[in-house]
């Protein structure tokens, strides 16, 4: 680990426009288990599809148990020495941004602001409604949920949902073009925990190369990118990272 560390130190002082990419895995070492972790909310309960939400009270209250569910778990985790070693590259404006998987909002909290991060799948730490998009806190909802009844938005009566892209939903365009211009003009693109198993995640990478940036993948498991990566770091997260910042 530390040739490993010490090389993307010198990568890093290096960079001029490097991008960071997450996954479920930079938040692990924070208390939040990735999809294979054993236990984890995401293996616990099945997945319900956007489709079913829109269509049935009883996915949609389902669907609003298991967020508070999560929301408890987000809200027991800090953010790691990963998280605070990509809020000091953008911070410095070594990096323009981190694109993320993730919805727990740990980049926000460790000092990332909303244009310095692209949240490809959404953000579960809050709802908004899917007709005009108008945004709520969820413990102004429980009460509703707990009564058993979906919330509904408050200007305009659509339904309410956690800002998260759901299966069968489709992603917003304007984050997946972001993250293809962000990746099109790096220098370097870190990933930090993903299995890039997921699109765009399995294809980012690969623009960034063929951009002429150079790859780093920071994963604790092999990953099928890793013969195309100029450094692959496979070890735990907030421990590489702990001395870099
Ligand atoms: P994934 O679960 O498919 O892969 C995570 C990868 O991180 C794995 O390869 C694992 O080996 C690695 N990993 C785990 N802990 C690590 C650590 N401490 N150090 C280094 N590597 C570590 O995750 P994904 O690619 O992000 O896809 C999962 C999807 O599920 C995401 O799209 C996301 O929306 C959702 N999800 C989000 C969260 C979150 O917001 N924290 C958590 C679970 C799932």
């Excluded at 949609?60 to 998280?83: C, F, Q, T």
């Excluded at 007709?131 to 009844?149: A, F, P, T």
């Excluded at 951009?211 to 770091?233: F, K, P, Q, Y």
Aim: hydrophobic share 40%.
């Amino acid at each position: 680990i530390n040739i490993a560390r010490e090389e993307l130190r010198a990568r890093l002082a290096e960079c001029r426009r490097g991008v960071g990419f997450t996954g479920a895995g930079i938040s692990t070492e924070s208390g939040i288990p990735d999809f294979r972790s054993p236990g984890g909310i995401w293996s616990r309960f099945r997945p319900i599809e956007y489709d079913e939400f829109l269509a049935s009270e009883d996915a949609r209250l389902e669907d609003w148990d298991r967020r508070y569910k999560m929301i408890a778990e987000i809200r027991r985790a800090e953010p790691n020495a990963g998280h605070g070693l990509l809020a000091k590259l953008v911070r410095g404006g070594r990096f323009s941004c981190v694109i993320t998987q993730n919805i727990d909002g740990l980049h926000q909290r460790s000092g990332l602001i909303d244009r310095q991060l692209v949240e490809l799948h959404g953000n579960g730490t809050y709802a908004s409604c899917l007709s005009c998009q108008k945004r709520h806190e969820l413990d102004d909802l429980k009460v509703e949920v707990d009564e058993g009844r979906a919330p509904r938005c408050k200007a305009c009566g659509g339904l309410l949902k956690a800002a998260v892209v759901s299966f069968g939903q489709a992603m917003p365009e304007i984050g997946l073009t972001r993250a293809a211009e962000e990746t099109d003009s790096c220098d370097l693109f870190l990933v930090m925990g993903s299995s890039l198993q997921v699109q765009p995640a399995a294809s980012l990478p690969l623009m960034a190369k063929r951009a002429g940036a150079s790859l780093v993948i920071m994963n604790r498991e092999e990953t099928h990118l890793d013969d195309l990566a100029d450094l692959v770091i496979r070890a735990p997260i907030a421990k590489v990272c702990e001395s870099l910042i």
